[in-house]
């Protein structure tokens, strides 16, 4: 959770004063290190859980966030997000020994019941996903961002920092997704169960890097989010989502190399937690300001722990996967955290637990077994398999130790949570602890499985039944919740299936959640000889006239094609037609943002067909009368079935 005190700068004379605060921030960081202020002899962990708040009926993100911890009176636990269909579980920070993991597990089902009464009142409920299904590209718009001033301030100087651009997706997996946003709201698609490490001063170095090291594999037994708007991409597609929402990196005819605030990283450090703060600073603009007028050098030559405001906004608007954390415990003495933001939410809570029981076990244990871990392994390595884990999940390849090669599940199964094991024991975590969670671990591994695995099978499955995609989505994401509240981790759910929805509802759609988006297209020019082909070839009876940039010229029909074909047969002229002869020179088009009932009414009005969709002169989809004959089919299907189980 970030500072919340803070707002964009109002001038030169605003962000001087800033930089300065931030370089005192930076020279008493370093006194109070080289002083031995910090707090030692305990390690502790803690994590934020995020969430989506979704439409009972629909599955759609919800709007409610705000209402919902005014209505819970805003308890110290739960949190805004970004989104005002996001919520965050600020949890209890504990120390890393006995049945602290059952007990952290313990209190989310807690916060998950006790949230799950009053979203009941909203006619919602909450899942626990990496990137929800169901969530769509105009959910994402800036009118759903959470009213709070550092939201609005954060958001408007990324947009700034990009020169009023858009922002690029480009993402390949089995299916491609290039879509350009105009706000880095898009990064809002991501829920993450982000778990913080308590690390001692001297050993900060060692256990960051070892960090990095095994960040790969955790991606790889976590994965949980393959589908976005609809596509599916990299197995853990949000670090390709987040990196790119807020990449505001330009081009250049030039080789010169440019970092982006959301990153991996270049390089292990060497000396100290500085290393990180230093190169950020030097790296990254400054985007926002503090309202705080506290001068933490004067604090610090008071004998006062600081608590360094402007460096941990500057640290709050750089987002490394392992990003470097200040803080101050209930004792009053600084400490330093590592945060891991790699796993996603879900697929559920004992999941979760098993991740994080993991990570900061593997992490202690192979500081134990390895000690300085860049004496075995060359940090380009890592930076492939961060790739590799977050593209192809647990089916990835590694580079390890001595430049193997190995698989991520072998890797996992014979050396790294056998080390896990080993750090949680140094660490007296209880035995139950240690055999539960790492035995959710074990089966994964056998099974070669996580959520996204599952996912990934579960679409296929669903596809196979030829309902529209929105169904299909939404059924899914139904799945999810269903399993999800019966906390079965996810090697034991079975593949999702169109009865675990009984009752789908699509009248509430908007036209871009139920369009056809691969289309086939002709240009004015081309002649009629390839347009009749093309229909015969594809079977498809209406096409859409372009031009060069994508904007919507015409319509050709099958209908208007064969009047031509009867008008002109037997005739003895040599005459070249073409498109522009036959095509509707001003079809009737409808918005992305419109609702499913007022394309239905257009096209029976009007006599329809097909209803291009546009936006903005450009063609971005297209609606048939099939489109609605297979929702019709499907409901039908659904009533039969209800009917015959109610006999």
């Excluded at 919340?4 to 001087?16: A, M, S």
Aim: glycine share 4%; aromatic share 8%.
């Amino acid at each position: 959770m970030g500072t919340q005190t803070v707002t964009t700068f109002e001038d030169k004379k605003q962000r001087q004063k800033f930089l300065k605060s931030l370089l005192n921030d930076i020279r008493s960081f370093e006194y109070m290190l080289d002083n031995d202020w910090y707090e030692k002899g305990v390690t502790r962990f803690g994590a934020e859980l995020e969430m989506v708040v979704v439409d009972n009926n629909t599955l759609k993100p919800k709007n409610i966030g705000p209402q919902v911890i005014k209505k819970m009176k805003s308890p110290n636990w739960l949190e805004t997000e970004l989104a005002q269909f996001n919520l965050e579980f600020n949890l209890t920070p504990r120390v890393l020994t006995g049945n602290h993991f059952s007990l952290m597990e313990k209190e989310i089902q807690t916060y998950l019941k006790t949230l799950d009464k009053t979203l009941s009142s909203f006619d919602s409920t909450y899942i626990l996903t990496g990137i929800l299904p169901t969530i769509q590209k105009f959910n994402l718009d800036l009118i759903n961002l959470t009213p709070r001033e550092r939201y609005y301030a954060l958001m408007d100087s990324i947009k700034q920092l990009n020169l009023g651009k858009d922002f690029e997706l480009k993402i390949f997996g089995i299916d491609e997704l290039f879509v350009r946003h105009d706000s880095p709201l898009i990064e809002a698609a991501n829920t993450s169960f982000q778990v913080h490490l308590q690390v001692e001063p001297a050993n900060f170095v060692q256990n960051y890097n070892i960090a990095q090291a095994v960040a790969a594999p955790v991606i790889s037994l976590a994965a949980n989010s393959p589908i976005v708007f609809g596509k599916r991409l990299w197995h853990e597609s949000r670090i390709a989502l987040f990196e790119q929402a807020l990449d505001t990196r330009s081009t250049h005819e030039h080789m010169r190399e440019q970092s982006t605030r959301v990153s991996f990283g270049k390089d292990w450090i060497n000396d100290s937690i500085l290393d990180i703060y230093k190169d950020d600073i030097s790296r990254f603009k400054v985007l926002l300001s503090s309202l705080s007028d506290s001068d933490s050098w004067k604090k610090v030559q008071q004998g006062k722990v600081p608590k360094l405001d402007a460096l941990l906004i500057h640290n709050s608007t750089v987002y490394r996967w392992n990003r470097p954390q200040f803080g101050i415990s209930d004792n009053g003495q600084p400490h330093l955290r590592i945060e891991n933001r790699v796993m996603p939410a879900g697929p559920t809570v004992p999941d979760q637990m098993a991740n994080a029981a993991f990570w900061l076990g593997v992490v202690r244990g192979m500081a134990d077994h390895y000690g300085d871990i860049r004496k075995h392994l060359e940090f380009s390595a890592l930076r492939d398999n961060f790739g590799r884990a977050a593209r192809f999940g647990i089916e990835a390849d590694f580079t390890w130790t001595k430049g193997k090669r190995i698989h991520v599940t072998d890797l996992l199964k014979k050396e790294l949570i056998p080390l896990a094991e080993q750090g949680l024991k140094a660490c007296k975590v209880k035995s139950s602890d240690i055999s539960r969670y790492m035995g959710i671990l074990k089966e994964r591994v056998k099974k070669k499985t996580n959520g996204a695995c599952w996912i990934l099978d579960s679409y296929s499955n669903l596809l196979k039944n030829k309902v529209s995609k929105d169904e299909t989505l939404t059924v899914l994401t139904h799945a999810i919740m269903k399993n999800q509240k019966t906390n079965k981790p996810i090697h034991q759910w079975k593949k999702a299936s169109l009865v675990d929805l009984s009752e789908y509802k699509p009248l509430d759609l908007k036209v871009s959640e139920f369009m056809q988006t691969d289309l086939l297209t002709v240009e004015r020019d081309d002649v009629l000889e390839l347009v009749g082909q093309i229909m015969d070839w594809r079977k498809v009876r209406y096409l859409p006239v372009e031009d060069a940039e994508g904007n919507l010229e015409g319509l050709v029909t099958a209908r208007r094609l064969t009047r031509h074909l009867l008008k002109v047969v037997g005739m003895s002229d040599q005459k070249t037609y073409t498109v522009e002869d036959i095509m509707i020179d001003e079809p009737v088009v409808i918005e992305p943002e419109k609702g499913i009932m007022e394309a239905m009414k257009l096209m029976r009005l009007n006599n329809l067909g097909a209803l291009p969709v546009v936006k903005n002169k450009v063609l971005v989809g297209m609606i048939t009368e099939s489109d609605f004959l297979d929702i019709s089919s499907s409901l039908l299907e659904r009533l039969h079935l209800k009917r015959k189980k109610n006999k």
